[in-house]
C-alpha cells in the first residue's frame, strides 16, 4: 500500500487525482490534507510523515498583484520542505501544468 498525501486535493486536479486513487484502495491510502496545515507547522509536520509520496497540487492562482501571487505559491512550497527536513522524511512529487499564466 502507498500513502499518498496530495496538497490541494480540494483544487480541480487535486479532486480527480483524489477520486481516482481512490478507486484502488488495495494499492492508495490516501491521507487527508486540509489548507490550513500551512499556517499549523505542527498538523504540517504530521501530515509528511504519514506520507510515502506527496503530490503537492495547492497554490494560489488568483490574485491582483502577480509578485505577491508567485511570493506566496514559493513560500508553500518552502513550508512543505522545511516539514519534510524537520520531520526527516522525504516523501515528495511536484506537478505543474502544462503552461504557466503570467508569473504565478
Same mark, same amino acid.
Given at each position: 500500500?502507498?500513502?499518498?498525501?496530495?496538497?490541494?486535493?480540494? @483544487?480541480? !486536479? @487535486?479532486?480527480? !487525482?483524489? $477520486?481516482?486513487?481512490?478507486? %484502488?484502495?488495495? +494499492?492508495?491510502? +490516501?491521507?487527508?490534507? #486540509?489548507?490550513? %496545515?500551512?499556517?499549523?507547522?505542527?498538523?504540517?509536520? #504530521?501530515?509528511? =510523515?504519514? =506520507?510515502?509520496?506527496?503530490?503537492?497540487?495547492?497554490?494560489?492562482?488568483?490574485?491582483?498583484?502577480?509578485?505577491? !501571487?508567485? *511570493?506566496? $505559491?514559493?513560500?508553500?512550497? %518552502?513550508?512543505?520542505?522545511?516539514?519534510? *527536513?524537520?520531520?526527516?522524511?522525504?516523501?515528495?512529487? %511536484?506537478?505543474?501544468? +502544462?503552461? $504557466?499564466?503570467?508569473?504565478?
Amino acid at each position: 500500500m502507498i500513502r499518498i498525501g496530495i496538497t490541494g486535493q480540494t @483544487g480541480f !486536479l @487535486g479532486t480527480h !487525482l483524489f $477520486n481516482t486513487l481512490g478507486l %484502488y484502495p488495495d +494499492r492508495f491510502i +490516501r491521507i487527508p490534507f #486540509s489548507d490550513e %496545515y500551512f499556517t499549523d507547522q505542527d498538523k504540517l509536520r #504530521s501530515f509528511v =510523515c504519514q =506520507c510515502d509520496v506527496i503530490v503537492h497540487l495547492a497554490a494560489v492562482i488568483r490574485h491582483a498583484e502577480p509578485v505577491l !501571487l508567485k *511570493e506566496i $505559491n514559493i513560500r508553500l512550497v %518552502y513550508k512543505l520542505i522545511e516539514a519534510m *527536513e524537520a520531520e526527516e522524511v522525504a516523501p515528495y512529487g %511536484y506537478t505543474v501544468g +502544462r503552461k $504557466n499564466y503570467g508569473v504565478s
